[in-house]
Nanobody, 130 residues
Framework: QLQLVDSGGGLVQPGGSLRLSCAAS????????IAWFRQAPGKEREGVSS????????HYADFVKGRFTISKDNTKKTVTLQMNSLKPEDTAVYYC???????????????????????WGQGTQVTVSS
């Protein structure tokens, strides 16, 4: 069965850090670009960051630039999102998603178009609160 498994969420104080993981099960990530999305209560899902299949080209939404770092390890079939300097407004369910295709080998896919993503994780809750 092909699936993505999100993990690493939790409760953290403002200014703290969390590291989210997205693990692929049943398929290789070599030809899949990965993105992270999030959805806060009462809000639409929004794109956070994406990374190319090769793992050497990244994109970040303006609201996380300088605070979040995405990385990809194809040998371990895992993508991580290191989140630092967390703010209460970062509270949301975070989802990873995989996009297949040669278009994303050298460049990360857009996080504005969810239709390019083939698989989605189940989500992991991140709560930033004192």
């Amino acid at each position: 069965q092909l699936q993505l498994v999100d993990s690493g969420g939790g409760l953290v104080q403002p200014g703290g850090s969390l590291r989210l993981s997205c693990a692929a099960s049943g398929f290789s990530l070599d030809y899949y670009a990965i993105a992270w999305f999030r959805q806060a209560p009462g809000k639409e899902r929004e794109g956070v960051s994406s990374i190319s299949s090769r793992g050497d080209s990244t994109h970040y939404a303006d609201f996380v630039k300088g605070r979040f770092t995405i990385s990809k390890d194809n040998t371990k079939k895992t993508v991580t999102l290191q989140m630092n300097s967390l703010k209460p407004e970062d509270t949301a369910v975070y989802y990873c998603a995989a996009a297949y295709g040669s278009d994303w080998f050298y460049r990360p896919p857009s996080v504005s178009d969810e239709s390019v993503y083939d698989y989605w994780g189940q989500g992991t809750q991140v709560t930033v609160s004192s």
